[in-house]
């Protein structure tokens, strides 16, 4: 018995080092969304709602704030003008008047922006981060996330294919 | 040529250690001198040549080489000549490197002090340190080779994160390694008398000073890096129990419960097998936060750029050296006879609550780092354990120890008595109800219990000098003959106290009395904080060495009189296309007024958040008591390792 009692250390790290095997697995920055395919959800802000949503689109949530949204404009600006893609553009947790002066600075890629400012449609679309970029498919159901900013990788091997899907 | 001879060097480094892992390791179990001996050597010949490697990568940043793929990666030619040199350690290859070069030197240092030892015994210990050594050099070059070359190479590099472009982040990693690495020497030692079957007063008193070592270069390590937190990432916190902080306080939670339990061990043989654990457990979690750091497992602003393979190589090294070292605890450990028995209320009694406190602390702050990638590998969803959940486990539980931490050191060994103790400690008891009566007059509670415990730990520090000096008792010539007698350990104890209550009475003070205020300002504009007035005098245009910055000039006033001109900058570096806050700070040591400017909006203003922070100074000057107090342990003669055993002093009892 006593003898036992000494085995506990090995035992609990047993199960630790099976654990944290486990977890090699994983990307934690990959962040799951319970969204991918489901409709969009409802949400309504200043100059953007659900309905207004055409798909096939992407959903870009920015802020003026942001350093790394500054980073990804450049390839959104391209996607709007070159590949004729439909972009969506929500201000999260923003000053609209900041907002607008971002994008007359950059330029503006999309077609409607929404002015979240209180980050309450960043509750319905689940945001966990800026910039986010949800693509949506002709019925408006979500069919691919990220988390992050955009990165010409990205939108060759993900994104794309994923709204030609 | 250099990156060759230091790639060569590192495997020379290798051979040598897998020499030295295995033929003194059968020279002891066969008696066979010359093998063992052999041990001292390749010990030295291991520091050497990992030196040589050390030394070919500095170079080769020196010289801003970008033949080499990891100064392409982490360096350029425009950054300043210390930055060049602190980029070698600023990355994960050239990190793993200096943790090579400091686990050699403490392999050295065993070899070099270790002539006291029995001959079998230290054999063995650097055989263990070898292992432990061979996996890393491993490590290193098969999947973190630091030497590789790239073809063609590019005009200049990549340049370092701004953020680690700082004194204070450039000299954190070596203290911090020393102690992560010096706790192997502990577990090298446990491991050897595991596989000796023998522990006793001896071994106890050969693994202090090691540790000692060990927790004094990790309480710097650990201080320097929550200053640099502090002063760069510009939000006046200092501790945000992110994982990689957290890898670093676990082996630390570790090491001084293992400083306590080896007192018990080495005085009274009790706690030894309990001992011989904690030095396994030590180290194991020095390990873990390799793993955490370099693995991917985790996300944390610290964390290396990161690799699932690398992640596996050191989950193997983790799983050999603490799983092999567990199973012979499991086997050996049961034969190790009990100690000398103790009463609940003695010195023992509350080195083991010490001890239990520091455990269950220590198991808290994993659980609390690990859980997010439970709950992932159980595939039960994304969560993030943030500072709330800390604050309410770790908190509650460190508090008995606090209470308990000026109580202990005046109990007798075997069987204290308790009321005797807290008799003599009227005076800390005075002073704590006075600290906590006026932090309540201010309405705070938690603050009257955080600067009651400090005022209580601290003077209670004091008390016991006084009381082994018989101050204020016996007369001038007398005291002064006890305190030349006082052995340098009971100073270090009561100097290493001291610090942990003004460490207290830091984090309480400025947890509870910080005055936040976040506006926008225009040149002219005025503020008030904290009795003071901050005028924004405006921003000017200054170029630093590979930056552009503004820099805000804010003028503090007292009653109309200037006291101080804060100069907060908000820097470009353009190589790195990133942006960093500077922080300004005024401290006169009881408090700090702290000044980070954010973005320029041409209509409201220059956004400027103003801190004033009562006591945090204290944080760092406390932990640096406590390192100092490790130190003065250091120097007692009874830990000097080449030193004849002596018998207890007098004066200790």
């Known amino acids: 018995m006593r003898r036992l009692l000494f085995l506990v250390p090995l035992a609990v790290f047993a199960v630790l080092a099976a654990w944290l095997y486990l977890g090699l697995g994983g990307d934690p920055s990959r962040i799951p969304s319970p969204l991918v395919g489901q409709t969009v959800p409802t949400f309504a802000v200043d100059g953007l709602a659900t309905a207004d949503l055409e798909g096939p689109a992407l959903v870009n949530i920015f802020a003026s704030w942001c350093v790394p949204c500054r980073a990804e404009h450049p390839l959104l600006t391209h996607l709007a003008a070159e590949e004729s893609i439909v972009i969506y553009g929500i201000a999260y947790k923003d000053k609209p008047e900041a907002a607008r002066a971002f994008l007359a600075e950059l330029g503006n890629p999309y077609r409607k922006v929404g002015f979240d400012e209180d980050g309450q449609a960043g509750i319905e679309w689940g945001v966990t981060g800026v910039p986010e970029t949800f693509a949506l498919d002709a019925r408006g159901v979500v069919v691919f996330k990220h988390t992050g900013p955009l990165t010409p990788e990205t939108i060759r091997h993900d994104l794309l294919p994923a709204l030609a899907r | ?653």
């Not at chain 2, 983790?318 to 190790?336: D, H, K, V």
């Not at chain 2, 023992?348 to 997010?372: I, K, M, R, S």
């Not at chain 2, 590979?546 to 007292?558: E, G, Q």
């Open chain 2, 1 to 653: 040529m250099t990156a060759e001879l230091g790639h060569f060097a590192l495997t020379l480094a290798l051979g040598l250690a897998l020499l030295q892992a295995t033929l003194p390791l059968y020279g002891a179990s066969r008696g066979q001198t010359a093998l063992m001996e052999l041990a001292r050597h390749t010990a030295f010949g291991q520091f050497v040549f990992t030196a040589i490697a050390f030394a070919a990568l500095t170079r080769t940043y020196l010289v801003s080489d970008f033949s080499v793929a990891v100064v392409v990666q982490n360096s350029h030619s425009l950054k300043p000549l210390l930055y060049r040199l602190t980029g070698v350690w600023g990355n994960h290859e050239g990190s793993l490197l200096l943790w090579i070069l400091i686990l050699t030197l403490f392999g050295a240092m065993v070899s070099l002090f270790g002539s006291s030892l029995r001959e079998t015994f230290r054999a063995r210990v650097l055989a263990v340190q070898a292992m432990v050594g061979a996996g890393f050099l491993a490590f290193t070059l098969l999947t973190s080779n630091p030497f590789q070359r790239v073809w063609p190479p590019p005009l200049d590099g990549a340049g370092l994160n701004p953020l680690l472009q700082d004194p204070g982040l450039a000299f954190h990693p070596p203290l911090l390694y020393f102690g992560y690495v010096g706790l192997s020497v502990a577990f090298s030692f446990a491991v050897a008398a595991l596989l000796e079957g023998r522990v006793d007063r001896a071994w106890a008193r050969w693994v202090r000073p090691w540790t000692l070592a060990a927790w004094a270069g990790l309480t710097a390590g650990i201080a320097l890096g929550s200053w640099w937190a502090y002063y760069e990432l510009g939000w006046g916190g200092f501790w945000f129990w992110d994982p990689v902080e957290n890898a670093s306080f676990m082996p630390w939670l570790a090491a001084t419960a293992l400083l306590h339990s080896a007192i018990a061990a080495e005085r009274r043989e009790a706690l030894r097998s309990w001992t011989v654990l904690l030095a396994i457990i030590a180290f194991s979690l020095s390990l873990l936060g390799a793993f955490l750091v370099r693995s991917g497992v985790l996300t944390s602003v610290h964390a290396f750029a990161t690799d699932p393979e690398r992640g596996i190589f050191i989950l193997l090294l983790l799983g050999i050296a603490t799983g092999g070292a567990l199973a012979l605890y499991a086997w050996r450990a049961p034969a190790f006879a009990a100690g000398s028995p103790f009463r609940p209320v003695s010195r023992e009694g509350a080195l083991l609550l010490n001890n239990l406190v520091l455990a269950t602390a220590c198991a808290t702050v994993l659980l609390g780092t690990l859980y997010p990638l439970f709950l992932d590998a159980l595939d039960a969803g994304k969560v993030s354990v943030g500072p709330p959940y800390f604050t309410a486990t770790f908190v509650p539980l460190i508090a008995p120890a606090l209470v308990a931490m000026a109580i202990g050191p005046m109990l007798a060994w075997k069987r204290g008595d308790l009321a005797g103790a807290l008799g003599r400690l009227w005076a800390a008891a005075l002073g704590a109800a006075l600290a906590a009566g006026a932090a309540l007059a201010y309405g705070e509670t938690l603050a009257a219990l955080g600067l009651g415990a400090a005022a209580w730990i601290g003077l209670g520090a004091l008390v016991e000098w006084a009381e082994r000096l018989r101050l204020g008792r016996a007369p001038a010539i007398e005291v002064w003959r006890r305190a030349r007698g006082v052995p340098r350990a009971a100073w270090g104890a009561g100097l290493a106290h001291l610090g942990v209550a003004i460490v207290v009475a830091g984090i309480t003070a400025s947890q509870c009395f910080q005055s936040e205020l976040i506006l926008a300002m225009k040149p002219g504009d005025s503020a008030q904080i904290a009795g003071y007035t901050i005028r924004y005098d405006g921003t000017a245009q200054v170029e630093g060495a590979n930056y552009h910055a503004d820099r805000a000039t804010l003028a503090v006033l007292r009653d109309d009189t200037p006291v101080a001109i804060l100069t907060p900058e908000r820097r470009f570096y353009p190589v790195e296309s990133q942006h960093t806050t500077e922080a300004a700070i005024r401290t006169t040591f009881l408090a700090d007024l702290y000044a980070v400017i954010g973005e320029d909006d041409p209509e409201a203003g220059r956004t400027v958040r103003l801190y004033h922070n009562p006591l945090v100074p204290w944080i760092w000057i406390g932990a640096i008591v406590m390192a100092l107090g490790a130190l003065a342990s250091l120097t007692d003669r009874r830990l000097r390792l080449t030193m004849p055993v002596r018998r207890r002093q007098a004066a200790e009892a």
